[in-house]
């Protein structure tokens, strides 16, 4: 038998969420089996899947020490490099300059040295984190970007302000603008583009059409061409949409592929300029929150700025080098 305490990152979840974090270990069909049989219970109850948990609360796990994990004394979050560029910090979040290259989580190519595991590192050491004191909360990203893009990422520090910013985030409070360098020059120098996107899962890739189309979610683009020379253009984009690959495709879908971009792109016109990185920033947030943001309402308003993007003061002096290929 174990008890858990729940604290405060652990409240608010449902209770078979609770035991899936805590207990990793244990199969999801014998978890609701013991609990039906009461051999999970809260406040020595018996315990309802759905059933929220509050700080304080007490969960007693009837079962086999098998199924409890034996905490590690070597993390290996340890073994990411320290490097991490800090935007903003409180006690709540962190923002951080993702750069390009560097993936946010791990996958099949790189396990140990990610943003996220770069976080866990930081905040281990700074006495912010320590797994062992944590029965389901880990420090995580609230958005995410790909590898070949570099910009601006959310990480919260405790389960509230995860909560409060993963539905910012899919309420659309979170504003979020991107630079970018466009072969040509749009005809409106500002606008927004509309179109329909459709994603192909296989081959992870997507489809830009002009007029509605089965399968195709509609997609929104708001731009502003910045400054244009030698056959390229820097814009600024805000996304009123959010869908996969949506900046890059929709500008290739007008005629105005990223620069750099392999996939959407013209590898022609990349090749003869030799460039091979994607032009591509996400680098400034905003939050504009319309409903109340908990204890992260300090928030509201503030923008906030990634400083060093790699191709913004070369494009505007007219200096891109080969340096940036």
Not at 87 to 100: A, H, S, T
Not at 128 to 141: A, R, V
Not at 282 to 310: C, H, M, P, Q
Request: net charge positive; charged share 30%.
């Amino acid at each position: 038998m174990k008890s858990f305490t729940i604290s405060k990152n652990d409240a608010n979840q449902r209770l078979d969420k609770f035991i899936s974090k805590a207990v990793p270990n244990l199969p999801q069909t014998l978890m609701y089996k013991y609990i039906r049989l009461k051999r999970i219970k809260v406040n020595s109850k018996r315990g309802e899947i759905s059933q929220r948990l509050a700080e304080g609360d007490v969960v007693d796990m009837y079962i086999n020490d098998e199924f409890f994990a034996p905490a590690k004394d070597n993390f290996d979050f340890l073994h990411a490099s320290k490097k991490l560029d800090i935007v903003y910090e409180d006690e709540n979040i962190l923002l951080l300059d993702k750069k390009v290259g560097l993936l946010s989580h791990p996958d099949e190519t790189e396990y140990n040295d990610t943003l996220i595991t770069r976080v866990k590192r930081y905040l281990y050491e700074k006495g912010e984190y320590n797994p062992k004191d944590e029965n389901s909360f880990t420090p995580s990203l609230v958005n995410r970007i790909d590898r070949n893009t570099g910009g601006i990422v959310i990480a919260a520090k405790n389960a509230e302000s995860l909560r409060i910013l993963n539905q910012k985030l899919k309420d659309r409070e979170l504003e979020k603008f991107y630079l970018c360098v466009v072969h040509g020059t749009p005809s409106k120098k500002s606008g927004t583009l509309v179109g329909w996107l459709k994603k192909d899962e296989k081959k992870n890739k997507v489809e830009v059409f002009t007029k509605e189309s089965h399968g195709a979610k509609e997609i929104r683009t708001k731009y502003e061409v910045l400054a244009a020379k030698d056959g390229l253009s820097l814009v600024e984009v805000e996304l009123l949409t959010g869908r996969t690959h949506q900046i890059r495709a929709h500008f290739a879908s007008i005629g105005h592929p990223l620069l750099g971009d392999g996939k959407y792109g013209t590898n022609a016109l990349n090749k003869s300029l030799g460039y091979k990185k994607q032009f591509l920033y996400s680098y400034r947030l905003r939050f504009k929150f319309t409903s109340d943001a908990g204890i992260l309402n300090y928030l509201n308003g503030k923008s906030f700025e990634a400083e060093n993007v790699w191709f913004r003061r070369e494009f505007l002096s007219g200096s891109l080098t080969a340096s940036q290929k």
